[in-house]
């Protein structure tokens, strides 16, 4: 089947979910959604776009729209976003484009749907307060060329803050067996 | 004038793998008389997983900027996504109440308050509005006359333009005005704002190199001898994957990356050992070898 069939036969009403829309624009800076009018100045600026064969903003953000929920959650298209803010800088109807795709994105991961390296990186912070794990003999070569130590995270508090806001999901040992 | 003391913001990327960075800036920011503050505590600024957990990010970022009201001090950072971060989230907690008292009341479970005390910034948004051009000028001793580079700014030292705000996103200046400080020559090229591809490289790797490589290209086509960035992550791009590039490619670039702290070091008079030349990844023999022929 074609490309354009295929997308064709997803824009069915009974494949439709047209609360998607207000999921989306329930969430911080998703709201702006509802003000796009696809006009493509957005993928056209995308640095993404030009070498994806796949990856093009307006059609994920009207996707989103029309209530395509499961097809926008579960395309791993979604996560070529390099947050470089061209789209939202440029938007001419002020959409905050590369935020409503990072709610889209966050929505996938509380669908389960999360990337290895986010979850690599949401740990490491849990573990160590950086986001990669900085080798310990480093802070001996820090010391030989003469710079001061790392700051040392009080892990305690940055762990809790880290459950407090809900992000345990991310944890990889939090992870349900 | 006004105190240059700030706490410094090194991130995760820079003690990661990027320490010439550190070391080069150190050397610069002391020459310039800026005293820098280590960070009492500290978490990453949130940015890496802001994709994953919105909050997570806020609460991560909002941490950060409460350690530095308890010191009383401003943020400097090296790294563009720091800066970004802690600025887009101190803006944000400081416009909107509901959000703040939401945060607040995480932070409360860790001892701490958002008061909106602080603020933070890249070093050169503070080498344009702290430290002032004619400052930095008086600094050049050996001045890189004829020496020809291109500056690579990265998104987030410009964008989103709402937060950052004090440079043009289409045709950034300030970085090139910097650069023209130190003798050298900021050419033009193609598409200069745009993206390393660093952020996607663990998603896509093909795609992200392609961008990294559409830069080298456009740099390469200008003449530039050197590129200059202000980012550990696009530094990364550039430099430690320039000869990957190269293999996936089957072509050559041998592009000289260095970091901005770099090339001011050596007009300010440091030696390339000082500033971590060494620890380079693309051979920067070449465009040591053009700056002492000038």
Known sequence: ?177 | MSELRYLLFLGCTIPYRVTSYEISARKIFAKLGIELVEMPDFNCCGLPVDPADHEVMLALAARNLCLAEQQGLNIITLCTGCATTLRKVNRMLKQEKELKTRINEYLKEVDMEFKGTAEAQHFIQAFKEDVGFDRIKETIQEPLVGLKVAEHCGCHLLRPSKVMAYDDPEDPAVLKGLIQLTGAKCLDYADEAECCGYTIIAIDEKVALQLTREKLHHVKAAGAQALITVCPSCHLMFDMQQSRIERMFNERFELPVLHYPQLLGLAMGFTPDELAFNELRVNPSRILEAIKAT
């Open chain 1, 1 to 177: 089947m074609g490309e354009k069939t295929e997308a064709l036969r997803d824009v069915q009403p009974t494949r439709l979910d047209p609360s998607f829309k207000y999921e989306v624009m329930k969430e911080r800076d998703g709201e702006t959604l509802k003000i796009c009018f696809q006009c493509g100045t957005c993928t056209s600026s995308c640095p993404t776009a030009r070498f994806s064969d796949s990856y093009r903003p307006r059609t994920i953000l009207r996707m989103a729209q029309l209530g395509l929920r499961r097809k926008v959650l579960s395309s791993p298209t979604l996560w070529l976003c390099t947050a470089c803010f061209t789209c939202t800088d440029r938007c001419p109807q002020d959409v905050e484009v590369a935020s409503v795709l990072r709610v889209l994105r966050n929505l996938a991961i509380r669908e389960g749907q999360i990337p290895r390296i986010y979850a690599e990186l949401a740990s490491n912070i849990y573990e160590t307060g950086y986001a990669y794990k900085i080798p310990e003999q480093r802070e001996r070569k820090r010391q030989e060329v003469g710079l001061p130590p790392l700051p040392k995270p009080s892990l305690d508090k940055v762990d809790r803050l880290i459950e407090l806001v809900g992000g345990s999901k991310l944890i990889k040992s939090k992870e349900p067996e």
